[in-house]
C-alpha cells in the first residue's frame, strides 16, 4: 500500500486547536520504523485551481486566490489567511487526488491529511478552504475514471459541505456518523445521516456502523472515500463521544473489512483529530493506516 503524504502539511496557522503538527510526527512516525506493506510515502502536487473550479464558485476562488475573504467569512473559516495557508491547503488536496487514484490503481491508499468536509461550493468553514474529498472525486469523474462513489465519513462532526455539494446527485452516496448536538448546527441531509449521543462508546458505535456499512456497498460504488477521523476519541477536544484507541482501531477494521470485502478500491484520508495531548492523536492516525497495512496483507 501507498500512503501519501509531504512534510509541508505542517502549515503554520499560529496558536490554534487544529493541530497541524501532528502532519509532520505521523510522517516521522511512519519513516522512523520499517512496516511490512508499506510500498511508499508518495510526495502529492497541490491541485490546480481549474480542479478546484470543478466544486468551488469562481467567485469563492478569486477571493481566496486573492487573499480577500471579508472579516466574517475569516470568522466562519475559522483560520487565518495567508498564501502559506492557500498553497498547505490546495497541497492536501492534490494529496486526497493523488490517494484517489492510488486506491482506484491498487485497491487501497491513504492519505496522511485531507476530509475537509466542511468547505461548501461557495465558501470554507470550520478549518476547511477546499473540499478536498469532493475535488477528488469530481476530477476522477470528468475522466471518466469513477462513476458511482461513496463518502464514509466517520470524523465526530457532520460533513455538512459534501452533504450539500451532493444532496441531490443519486451517483454519490454520503454517509456521516457523528456527534448530533456537536459542530456544524446546520447538518443538511446526506444519503445517510447518523447522529449519536454524547458520551457513545465503543460497543455501541460499533454496533451501529456494523449495521448500516451494508448501505454503503449495496450502492455499488466504483471507490470509497472514507474519512477515518481521530475526533470520536474519548479525549478529544472538540468532541464527546468516548471511543477508545482499540474502539477506533475496530472501526477502521469493520469499515476496511467490510469494503476491501465487497471489492470496493478504498482511499482514506485522516481527517480530525484534537485530543488533549498530541500524540494520542499522532498514534489514532497511524494505527489506521496500521490497519490499512494489515487489511492489504
Known amino acids: 500500500m501507498k500512503v501519501v503524504s509531504s512534510p509541508r502539511y505542517a502549515i503554520d496557522i499560529g ?26 510515502i508518495i510526495a502529492p502536487q497541490a491541485a490546480a485551481w481549474d480542479e478546484l473550479a ?17 472579516s466574517e467569512e475569516i470568522v466562519e473559516l475559522q483560520l487565518p489567511l495567508n498564501e502559506p495557508i492557500v ?3 490546495r497541497l492536501m488536496t492534490g494529496g486526497t487526488l493523488t490517494a484517489a487514484r492510488l486506491g482506484l490503481a491498487d485497491g487501497l491508499a491513504c492519505h496522511v491529511g485531507g476530509g475537509f468536509h466542511h468547505a461548501f461550493a461557495n465558501h470554507g468553514e470550520g ?20 462513476s458511482r462513489v461513496a463518502v464514509v465519513d466517520l470524523d465526530v462532526h457532520h460533513g455538512n459541505g459534501t452533504a450539500l ?23 443538511p441531509r446526506g444519503s445517510l445521516d447518523i447522529g449519536l449521543a454524547a458520551g457513545t462508546d465503543d460497543a455501541t458505535y ?14 455499488e460504488p466504483d471507490l470509497m472515500v472514507y474519512l477515518a477521523g481521530a475526533d470520536p476519541f474519548e479525549d478529544d477536544q472538540l468532541g464527546n463521544l468516548k471511543l477508545s484507541k482499540e474502539g477506533l482501531r475496530e472501526r477502521d477494521r469493520l ?16 481527517a480530525g483529530g484534537y485530543a488533549r495531548q ?18 492489504c496483507r
Open 127 to 146: 478549518f476547511c478552504l477546499f473540499n478536498d474529498v469532493v475535488v477528488a472525486i469530481e476530477v476522477l469523474r470528468q475522466e471518466g475514471a469513477v
Open 206 to 219: 460499533l454496533a451501529r456502523l456494523e449495521v448500516v456499512l451494508p448501505q454503503v456497498v449495496a450502492h
Open 278 to 295: 498530541l500524540v494520542d492523536t499522532v498514534d489514532i492516525h497511524v494505527a489506521t493506516i496500521e490497519e490499512a497495512l494489515t487489511t
Open 255 to 270: 469499515v476496511l473489512r467490510t469494503m476491501r470485502g465487497a471489492g470496493v478500491p478504498v482511499a482514506i484520508v485522516l
Open 15 to 40: 496558536p490554534h486547536v487544529f493541530p497541524t503538527e501532528k502532519y509532520r510526527r505521523i510522517y516521522d512516525r511512519l519513516l522512523a520504523t520499517p512496516r511490512p506493506g508499506l510500498e511508499g
Open 165 to 187: 455539494i451532493y444532496g441531490l446527485d443519486p451517483a454519490v452516496f454520503t454517509f456521516s456518523m457523528h456527534e448530533q448536538h456537536n459542530y456544524p448546527a446546520f447538518k
Open 87 to 89: 498553497e498547505g491547503f
Open 54 to 70: 470543478l466544486v468551488h464558485t469562481a467567485e469563492y476562488l478569486e477571493k481566496v486566490r486573492t487573499l480577500c475573504l471579508s
